[in-house]
T-cell receptor
Framework: DTGVSQNPRHKITKRGQNVTFRCDPI?????LYWYRQTLGQGPEFLTY????????KSRLLSDRFSAERPKGSFSTLEIQRTEQGDSAMYLCASSLTWTGGSNQPQHFGDGTRLSIL | AQTVTQSQPEMSVQEAETVTLSCTYDTSESNYYLFWYKQPPSRQMILVIRQEAYKQQNATENRFSVNFQKAAKSFSLKISDSQLGDTAMYFCAFMNLTKGTSYGKLTFGQGTILTVHP
């Protein structure tokens, strides 16, 4: 079990630029979640995938945000035309959901910290 | 929609003593999990303990135990024999298990910073 891996760990970019983050979940986990965490606050849900299907998106996820999980393995989160308010830690988590519906706990990655200049 | 409230922004405790962190939640669902996660400074979020709502017995994991009061919608975390390594931000989290728009995702509280002093 190598854990959830996120890259890069830190990203500094100028306002208006596009950024893309990558998440590699634990290999057998079929669910993958993205959360956003601002300083001193709890994480807020953005979106999640079951295998390759994106099942839910939060209203926090504006049109500038897009997430993909091709082939149900790694996932990418892209932010276009970044704004100051996008500065945050972006966390990825994965879990295993049995066909019977039992949800196993989510395992988190170290996160990608985004700073917008 | 669910809400999770942690009313203690910061707590401190002496090493080897016991501390209790508070959490309340609001939901109309009947089938859910509650969690406590620990986030050390600049480190990854780690699951501390989990409680299934249908279980009356309080969960325990070594030095960590919960007091789950379903009717009061309260879910506190007790840390016994506190250690320096327990210093972290602690988050209470809710997961709805009833099929619907919030199924399976975590709703977090604002967090409590716990400092363990030597």
């Amino acid at each position: 079990d190598t854990g959830v891996s996120q890259n890069p760990r830190h990203k500094i970019t100028k306002r208006g630029q596009n950024v893309t983050f990558r998440c590699d979940p634990i290999s057998e986990h079929n669910r993958l979640y993205w959360y956003r965490q601002t300083l001193g606050q709890g994480p807020e849900f953005l979106t999640y995938f079951q295998n390759e299907a994106q099942l839910e998106k939060s209203r926090l996820l504006s049109d500038r945000f897009s997430a993909e999980r091709p082939k149900g393995s790694f996932s990418t989160l892209e932010i276009q035309r970044t704004e100051q308010g996008d500065s945050a830690m972006y966390l990825c988590a994965s879990s295993l959901t049995w066909t019977g519906g039992s949800n196993q706990p989510q395992h988190f990655g170290d996160g990608t910290r985004l700073s917008i200049l | 929609a669910q809400t999770v409230t942690q009313s203690q922004p910061e707590m401190s405790v002496q090493e080897a003593e016991t501390v209790t962190l508070s959490c309340t939640y609001d939901t109309s669902e009947s089938n859910y999990y509650l969690f406590w996660y620990k986030q050390p400074p600049s480190r990854q979020m780690i699951l501390v303990i989990r409680q299934e709502a249908y279980k009356q017995q309080n969960a325990t994991e070594n030095r960590f135990s919960v007091n789950f009061q379903k009717a009061a919608k309260s879910f506190s975390l007790k840390i016994s024999d506190s250690q320096l390594g327990d210093t972290a931000m602690y988050f209470c989290a809710f997961m709805n298990l009833t099929k619907g728009t919030s199924y399976g995702k975590l709703t977090f509280g604002q967090g409590t910073i716990l400092t363990v002093h030597p």
